[in-house]
């Protein structure tokens, strides 16, 4: 599991340190994290460090100080570095140390191999514009690409997008998250000491391991209805494919059965999909979950179901067209067991106020916003899915694919995460809905591993995307049981 914080919370991290004259300190460990971070980037490209062209834009504070420190050591490897001053000026002992080394100072950003950006930190909110566009180099971010905003990911047009971004301390959730996430790149994490001085993360984010670990592990004592069972009220006569989707990502994922509410027609293409499903049109049987509203369109006897499921008080998903009547159900069933699951525009929708522009921007802003206020979980869609509880926890995944804007996409991730809310009862539904991203971005990657894919093709992905995390649980398990 990955755990991040707001640049806020990390220069909190950092003030006990440095009232101590440990600044010094912090700065020679993240120069050396990011001078050995580009010495393995230039042997991935060129091999050998000697001769390789280094510049960098430097900022006048101690952004610009990391990146001096660590362009010195790369001159000391006999790397040609050079540096632009934004300011006019820079950290007085990082240019000392620079220029000791054979490092020159420019009047201009000179041909390189690599380009560090480093002229704004942490402390930076507002707008910012480079100096000049993009070079035509791989570019390395110190500690954040400059002009993005290290609490929410927020950055104006004109920000550089790194190759490859360098962050101290811990990593940041303006890097996961809005912009950021496509600005930053591949991200290394340099250890600065700040661990101790760190306070409940931010956000957290899955890992492999960790999604592995989520995962209902088999038991001896499973049948069919402890196993999990899923009630499923999706498809209308417009759109009946939705309940075919819905109820694929559901059976890939492991549920023990599903029961699906849906018109006749729809019914019978899910059955010849599916014949192990069990079809009503109005929900009947035992049930540990509910997943609402993929098709049901204005269907109007899907839309009592939608109310029945709402008011079970069993956790559920509610998606799609069962958003836009989601309001007057929650006045009397709101709560964390639900978790409901739009885009930005389906939540502008839902909340009014925020444009869709806006809540693109800051998500983890809105997500956490949403589930305040209307007293459910929120899974939002979007290049990384943000899930929210009403307390404020929040999960970041950025596992998906591009290929995952697809139509009927969302269909089968609402049938993952209705599974795993029917199965995996001892998860928290933040949780639940954090692992249900992880698994459909993963199950995006297989997918495209053979081109591209339209929503027909996530079910078989999903199986395959639990059964590797399966068997990486099942590997964790074994080597716990022989006390490695």
Known sequence: MTEAFTGTQVRAAETPLLDAGRGPELMARAAHGLALAVVRLIRRERGRVAGARVAALIGKGNNGGDALFALAELARRGARATAVLTGGRAHPEGLAAFTRAGGRVTERLEE??????????TGFSGEYAPPLPRPDALVVACDLPSGLDADTGTAGPEVWRADLTVTFGALKTGLLAGRGRALAGRVEVVDIGLGPHLPAPDVRSLDAAAAAALLPSPRDDWHKYSRGVLGLVAGSEPYPGAAVLATAGALATGVGMVRIVAPDAVRRLVLSAHPEVVGSSEPAGRVQA????????????????????????????????????????LERSAGEHVVITPHAGELERLLGDPSREAIEAEPVRWARAASVRLGVTVLLKGPATVCAAPDGTAW????????????GSGDTLTGVLGALLATAQDLRPVEAAALAAFV?????????????????????AVREAVSRLSARAALGRAAGSSGR
């Open 440 to 460: 459909h971005g993963a199950a995006g990657r297989v997918a495209a591993e053979s081109g591209p894919f339209g929503a027909g093709a996530l079910a078989p």
């Open 396 to 407: 970041v995944q950025g596992e998906g694919h591009p290929y995952l804007a697809t139509a």
């Open 112 to 121: 390189a191999d690599i380009v560090v950006d480093a002229v704004l930190g």
């Open 290 to 329: 509910w997943a609402a509203g993929p098709g049901i369109a204005d269907d109007a006897a899907q839309r009592r179901a939608l109310a029945v499921a709402l008011e079970s008080g069993l956790p559920a998903v509610v998606d799609a067209s069962a958003l836009d009547v989601l309001l007057g159900l």
